[in-house]
């Protein structure tokens, strides 16, 4: 895959959902929600101020960040699904 997102954009891969719930029970595709959670794939080249100069990115790649629910458009690339979304809608960077 060959996709590098423009500007203060990220792709983000949907990181993976448990099965089970906490108390053991399997949970249906139907019934999961879409995760808030996933791991950057490929960042833009930041985004440009009003003074005309590159903001560097606060992420890159490998990062595992908590994102807005509604935000950013779904893709699916070679049967994978992907969120591109711009930088700001990044809640958080989890810490490993």
Known sequence: MNLRPLKDRV???YSEEPEKSAGGLF?????KE???R???????SGK???DGKVQKM???VGDIVLFEKYSG???NIDD???LIIKEDDILGIVQK
């Open 11 to 13: 792709l983000i891969k």
């Open 27 to 31: 949970i249906p595709d139907t019934a």
């Open 34 to 36: 879409k995760p808030q």
């Open 38 to 44: 996933g791991e950057i794939v490929a960042v833009g």
């Open 48 to 50: 440009i101020t009003e």
């Open 58 to 60: 606060e992420v890159k």
């Open 73 to 75: 458009s779904k893709i």
């Open 80 to 82: 994978t699904e992907y």
